[in-house]
C-alpha cells in the first residue's frame, strides 16, 4: 500500500527532553524546537486495536507516515492545537510496514 500524497497533512513533533534542575531534580518538558512530519491521521479502531488498548481506545488515533520520517517513541505531537502551542498527543507505538509506518498516538490528558 502507497500513501496518497494528497492525504498526508503537515503536523508538528516535539522531541521529549529530560531537563536537570541545579539541585538534582529532573523533569519531563518538550523541545520548543519541533519538525513537521506529514502524516495521514485517523480515529483508532478494529478488534486488534481494541484488544491492545482497551477503554483507551476513545483516546487513540493511528497516523500512517512515510519511511524515513523521523519519529520516536515518546515523541509529543500537535494534531489539533496550534504548532507552537502544548502538544495533545504522544507517540506510543511504531509499526513498520512495507512502505510506511503505522503510529499510535494517544491523547495527552493532565
Known amino acids: 500500500m502507497r500513501l496518497k500524497q494528497s492525504d498526508l497533512k503537515p ?7 529530560i531537563v536537570t534542575e541545579p539541585d538534582g531534580t529532573t ?4 523541545d520548543p524546537n519541533g519538525h513537521t512530519i506529514r502524516a495521514n491521521v485517523q480515529p483508532a479502531g478494529g478488534k486488534l486495536m481494541v484488544e491492545l488498548y482497551g477503554e483507551r481506545l476513545a483516546y487513540i488515533l493511528t497516523a500512517y507516515v512515510e519511511i524515513g520520517t523521523d519519529i520516536q517513541e515518546s515523541d509529543r505531537a500537535c494534531i489539533y492545537v496550534a504548532t507552537d502551542g ?6 506510543v507505538a511504531i509499526r513498520r510496514w512495507n512502505t510506511h509506518y503505522v503510529v499510535d498516538f494517544e491523547k495527552v490528558r493532565t
Do not use: A, F, G, L
Open 27 to 30: 523533569y519531563e518538558e518538550e
Open 86 to 91: 502544548t502538544p495533545d498527543y504522544k507517540v
Open 11 to 17: 503536523y508538528t513533533v516535539k522531541r521529549r527532553i
